[in-house]
């Protein structure tokens, strides 16, 4: 019988997959760590670099759309359970470039669905006709709270209306439906042939290794190099932040006593208005920066407003908070200084990232292999 566990995580050089690596990598010594990635824009191996050299860890680089690679992966892999971050992740190019959305968010999930399904049914349980054996492979997919559409900003005064794990689904962005249409796939590998899943939707994330196209790397990024920080709209739209590590703290948690076939939403219990949390950042910066105190907030620029702009995002993180003990470890205004200190002091990953040129690390580091 196999001890070792055999992991492939997909999307692991991208922001958050790059968390998940290496806290499984450290936390978990005796298990197999694949990240397997495209590298897309969006992927930097050199979020992985403290890792790279451990012996649980290997990095192969490919596409999940890649039906006939990710069944040989797996075929020779045998992984004990998928965790499924790799995804097209930004709105805007969402609404600039809809299907590469549809292609990697929903196709890609369906042929990682395909494969593990595969794998799975050798331990077919002939008892219970083609269903499969609850010992096979789990899969776990990597969601966000969007698919639920957008609250009213009542509940930020109110306190009165969260997304729960029973919230409708109603996405508006190209995102979120084809985020919510891969989730959609996912519960019905688990109904139609007993595919051992868990899924998770989250929150916004923050933290180091963010992709300066998002709000908070792109606004500390600007305040840097004394740029305008472009503000959508009224700059009243909500998001409920949580620090990437306690994110990944928390998929650990649900890949290993998450219920099949369940959803846990996770939430940082932590609503700002963008234009307040942009703010905020300003003060943080100017103090770290040595200007003098409202200096940053001078940069703040409203521009035009994002088409089908969501108002408001919020977690009702109860489920997880009390069947598996999950609660964020970090207050925001710590969690963004220590983002801001990261940022600050690793200059050459935001020159390599807003140059391009981390893209050449896979060539360097595995020569093209
Ligand atoms: P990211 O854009 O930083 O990283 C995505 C990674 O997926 C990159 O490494 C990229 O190279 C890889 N990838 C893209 N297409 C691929 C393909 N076809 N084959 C193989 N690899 C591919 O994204 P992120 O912000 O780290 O988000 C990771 C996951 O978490 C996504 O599924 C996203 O929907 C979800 N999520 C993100 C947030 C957030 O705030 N960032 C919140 C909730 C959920
Ligand atoms: P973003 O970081 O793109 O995450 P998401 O759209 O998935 O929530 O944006 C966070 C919020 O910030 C969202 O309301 C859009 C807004 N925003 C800006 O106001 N300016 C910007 O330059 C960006 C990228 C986002």
Known sequence: MRTRKTIVVTGGAGFIGSHVVRRFVRQYPEYKIINFDKLTYAGNLTNLRDIEDEP??????????????????????????????????????????????????????VVLLNAALALSNK???????????????????????????SLEAKGLVAGETYFTEETRYDPHSPYSASK????????????????????????NNYGSHHFPEKLIPLAINNIKNNKPIPIYGSGENVRDWLWVEDHAKAIDLVFHQGESGETYNIGGNNEWRNADLIRLLCRI????????????KQLITFVEDRAGHDLRYAIDATKIRTKLGWQPSLKFEEGLERTVDWFLANQDWLDGVTSGSYQDYYEQQYGGR
């Not at 290997?58 to 690679?69: E, H, N, P, R, S």
């Not at 077919?124 to 698919?147: A, L």
């Not at 910066?285 to 940053?296: A, E, F, I, N, V």
């Open 285 to 296: 910066m100017d103090g770290k920066l040595g200007r003098p105190p409202g200096t940053s």
């Open 180 to 203: 919510a249409a891969s989730d959609h796939f996912v519960r019905a590998y688990h109904d139609t042939y007993g595919l051992d899943v868990v899924l998770s939707n989250c929150s």
């Open 56 to 109: 649980n860890y290997l990095f192969v680089k490919g596409d999940i759309l890649d039906a006939g690679l990710v069944q040989q992966l797996f075929e020779q892999e045998q992984p004990d359970g998928i965790i499924h971050l790799a995804a097209e992740s930004h709105v805007d190019r969402s609404i600039s470039n809809p299907l590469d959305f549809v292609q990697t968010n929903v196709l890609g999930t």
């Open 123 to 149: 331990e077919k349980d002939p008892k219970r006709n083609w269903k499969i054996n609850s010992t096979g492979i789990r899969f776990y997919h990597i969601s966000t709270d969007e698919v639920y559409g």
